[in-house]
């Protein structure tokens, strides 16, 4: 069974980064394309980054664009999501999710994914 395991939320101040990891067990990760989503609270919840399982595209929402970094490592089985010059507005609930396959179509929704993590608070506050 494919389990993902989200870690490095936190409360950092405005203007700070914060690295988030996914380690996916059951599995080699390079059958999968990765996708991180977030959700705020009384919000739907929303693509932040995915990369692709062929060739490592990525793909960012306007909103992080320039600011986050998604990558992968298929030897660790965990993708990461480094964000830098954090805003309250970022402020949610992160989640790692995983679909299967050749996948090359990088904006996704929650229906797309075949897997999900449990999730990590990030909170952005002074």
């Known amino acids: 069974q494919v389990q993902l395991v989200e870690s490095g939320g936190g409360l950092v101040q405005p203007g700070g980064s914060l690295r988030l990891s996914c380690v996916v067990s059951?599995?080699?990760?390079?059958?999968?394309?990765m996708a991180w989503f977030r959700q705020a609270p009384g919000k739907e919840r929303e693509e932040v980054s995915c990369?692709?399982?062929?060739?490592?595209?990525?793909y960012y929402t306007d909103s992080v664009r320039g600011r986050f970094t998604m990558s992968r490592d298929n030897a660790k089985n965990t993708v990461y999501l480094q964000m830098n010059s954090l805003k309250p507005e970022d402020t949610a609930v992160y989640y790692c999710?995983?679909?299967?396959?050749?996948?090359?179509?990088?904006?996704?929704?929650?229906?797309?994914?075949?897997?999900w993590g449990k999730g990590t608070l990030v909170t952005v506050s002074s």
């Open positions: 999710a995983a679909v299967k396959g050749p996948h090359t179509i990088l904006v996704v929704t929650p229906g797309d994914m075949d897997y």
């Open positions: 059951g599995d080699t990760l390079d059958n999968y394309a």
């Open positions: 990369i692709s399982s062929v060739d490592a595209r990525t």
